[in-house]
């Protein structure tokens, strides 16, 4: 008697726990961070009626580097925010900008914003077709960042209130910590 008491309590605590654990099969593992620092790749945008193609480098929350290649008109500008200030390049020109002196609305400011707005947003994520979405507001409106949910590379950032869409391509891991 004792022993099928035993056998049935068994029973109803192994049923309790089932019902409690997560639902996901034993080989499932948990979608991988996106890597919002520490990393470098080229970027194709739709910015408004433009189309800008470079290379981001985004080393620690706070800063970002962007080099213009496409369009022509705009090859060789780079961008670097520092998180202090900003530094544009241009053929061999070199000056300053106050951040405040740019619009919020301003291609770099909004990639900035984004990714540092993506940090630690663990809530809200969701698993797409495209990949692992975070989602988003920024004082430029609302965003969607995707990554890879294996390796946790960015794949694409839309702010459609900025008109803005963002892929990104050849990504590598710059062993910045951050992000």
């Known amino acids: 008697m004792l022993r099928r008491l035993a056998?049935?309590?068994?029973?109803?605590?192994?049923?309790?726990a089932l019902l409690f654990l997560p639902a996901c099969s034993p080989g499932e593992k948990e979608a991988q961070e996106p890597v919002t620092a520490g990393f470098e790749c080229d970027i194709a945008v739709q910015y408004q009626e433009?189309?800008?193609?470079?290379?981001?480098?985004?080393?620690?929350a706070g800063s970002l580097l962007l080099e213009i290649t496409e369009p022509s008109t705009l090859n060789g500008l780079s961008m670097e925010w520092d998180g202090e200030s900003i530094t544009m390049k241009i053929h061999g020109l070199s000056f300053g900008v106050d951040p405040s002196a740019l619009p919020e609305s301003a291609l770099g400011q909004g990639l900035l914003s984004a990714l540092d707005a993506a940090i630690g947003q663990r809530e809200e994520r969701a698993q797409t077709q495209e990949g692992l979405a975070t989602s988003g507001s920024i004082t430029q409106g609302e965003f969607i960042l995707v990554s890879d949910p294996e390796t946790g590379s960015l794949l694409s950032l839309n702010i459609p209130a900025m008109g803005l869409t963002a892929e990104f391509s050849n990504f590598a891991l710059t062993g910045a910590a951050g992000g």
């Open 7 to 16: 056998r049935a309590a068994l029973s109803m605590l192994l049923c309790a």
């Open 50 to 60: 433009m189309d800008i193609q470079g290379h981001l480098t985004r080393r620690s």
